[in-house]
């Protein structure tokens, strides 16, 4: 039995990430319509913050893979002009609406339903942020979505990477993470590295095209 659920569980995640458009669209508004993710809704305490204020200088943020949009409310709001989220869930979106509306910050949050692998930009921005987002790229289409976004960064922007690197019970650092933030750093000029030590081993990469 227990081996039938973990074979569930793998198959469940791989498919969250790498399966079709239209599966990963199911699966994610299945999971943000219940309160499977409800221990999310408040990470204003979180390590991005200070990364984002420093880099967005007042700007533009695109936010791929937003979740229910804790970024676009809980960033400071003077850190940003203009904030755009891209979700696939419009489960997830919906939150994001919602609490947008409560908080007064309509006028400078907007989102977009869409696969963020497939998104296409309209224009250019400050940030591009990937909030753990980047656990759900294929190796293989690193560089190439990387790539791809990279025409949509202005003259002084950056990328923005904030994910977890280990495992929060045993603390072992996760290869598959590793093998990406090594490849991204081989390829881009970085400009902050930082790792915080508490649960999960968070860590924070800005990063910009080289020269």
């Known amino acids: 039995m227990y081996i039938v659920q973990r074979a569930l569980t793998f198959a469940r995640g791989f498919l969250l990430s790498y399966g079709p458009t239209k599966i990963k669209k199911a699966l994610w508004d299945k999971e943000f319509s219940g309160n499977k993710w409800n221990f ?5 305490s979180d390590c991005v913050y200070a990364h984002l204020e420093k880099h967005a200088r007042g700007g533009d943020i695109l936010d791929l893979g937003c979740g229910p949009g804790n970024t676009a409310n809980e960033l400071a709001e ?10 696939i ?4 979106l ?13 006028d400078k949050n907007s989102f977009v339903c869409s ?4 998104y296409m930009p309209t224009r250019k921005f400050d940030v591009i942020l990937f909030r753990e987002s980047m656990y759900h790229i294929p190796y293989g289409s690193v560089m190439e979505l990387l790539n791809k976004y990279s025409k949509y960064l202005k003259s002084n922007g950056v990328f923005i990477v904030r ?3 280990g495992d929060f019970q045993t603390g072992e650092i996760k290869l598959r993470v590793k093998k990406k933030m090594d490849l991204i750093k081989s390829k881009f000029d970085v400009v902050e590295l930082s790792k ?14 080289g020269q």
Do not use: C, Q
Request: hydrophobic share 30%; glycine share 8%.
């Open 115 to 118: 696969d963020f692998l497939s």
């Open 163 to 165: 994910l977890y690197t």
């Open 196 to 209: 915080y030590d508490k649960p999960g081993s968070p860590m924070v990469l800005v990063f910009r095209p």
């Open 94 to 106: 919906a939150k994001g609406m919602r609490r947008t509306n409560e908080n007064g910050r309509a």
């Open 89 to 92: 869930s419009e489960s997830a």
């Open 78 to 87: 003077s850190a940003y002009t203009t904030y755009l989220g891209v979700d």
């Open 40 to 44: 999310i809704d408040d990470t204003a």
